[in-house]
């Protein structure tokens, strides 16, 4: 199986701050690399899909980028519903596999 | 849309059958998926059916254990997990694959709200 890696597990920021999140895979998977948002008690959110392409409805101020095995999701300026914990997945390849999730936090 | 069956308690070595139904005629459009979530954990792919034919893949760690089905009929998605044990207490969700051109993908763009299966005796 295919083993993602997110860094870092947590972060603390301030609103209007920009931050990017890693994911890391263990063997190429192109671009076939998605990213979620997660709140608590809510089922995870597509965000990004294709490394880099915006699900309909998705701020502009989250953007991706990547392929191969090195990933990022970057949020231009936090607000305040951002702050929640991300989730890498590769669909490469099954089993489909998820990194461990990045909590971003009110700093 | 997506929606669940409601939350279920199982005792060790039991077995348990979540469903997912889907709205309107959305239930042949594509795959459906299904991922657990440990209290406080991450996400975990369990496998995916595909709602027209019924194929099924399975990812290796519930081989053996988990059954994929459906009833068209109802629009609805069954995932069957057996030989229970008090790790398989989780949230599960059914998830949406895409499919872009005639190409499936893995990804996922509709989430049920989830149904949480504790194993406890």
């Known amino acids: 199986a295919i083993r993602m890696t997110q860094s870092p597990s947590s972060f603390s920021a301030s609103t209007g701050d920009r931050v990017t999140i890693t994911c890391r895979a263990s063997?190429?998977?192109?671009?076939?690399l998605a990213w979620y948002q997660q709140k608590p008690g809510k089922a995870p959110k597509l965000l990004i899909f294709?490394?880099?392409t915006l699900q309909s409805g998705v701020p502009s101020r989250f953007s991706g980028s990547g392929s191969g095995t090195d990933f990022t999701l970057t949020i231009s300026s936090l607000q305040s519903e951002d702050f929640t914990t991300y989730y890498c997945?590769?669909?490469?390849?099954?089993?489909?596999?998820f990194g461990q999730g990045t909590k971003l936090e009110i700093k | 849309q997506l929606v669940q069956s409601g939350a279920e308690v199982k005792k060790p070595g039991a077995s348990v059958k979540v469903s997912c139904k889907a709205s309107?005629?959305?239930?042949?459009?594509?795959?459906f998926n299904w991922v657990r979530q440990a209290t406080g954990q991450g996400l975990e792919w369990l496998g995916w059916?595909?709602?027209?034919?019924?194929?099924?893949d399975y990812g290796q760690s519930f081989q053996g254990r988990v059954t994929m089905t459906r009833n068209t009929s109802i629009g609805t998605a069954y995932m069957e997990l057996s030989s229970l044990r008090s790790e398989d207490s989780a949230i599960y969700y059914c998830?949406?694959?895409?499919?872009?051109?005639?190409?499936?993908?893995?990804?996922?763009?509709?989430w049920g709200q989830g149904t949480l299966v504790t194993v406890s005796s």
């Open positions: 998830a949406r694959g895409v499919e872009l051109a005639g190409v499936r993908f893995y990804f996922f763009d509709s």
């Open positions: 309107g005629n959305t239930f042949t459009n594509s795959d």
């Open positions: 059916m595909n709602p027209n034919s019924g194929t099924t």
């Open positions: 063997q190429g998977i192109g671009t076939y």
């Open positions: 294709a490394a880099s």
């Open positions: 997945q590769q669909y490469y390849s099954s089993p489909y596999t």
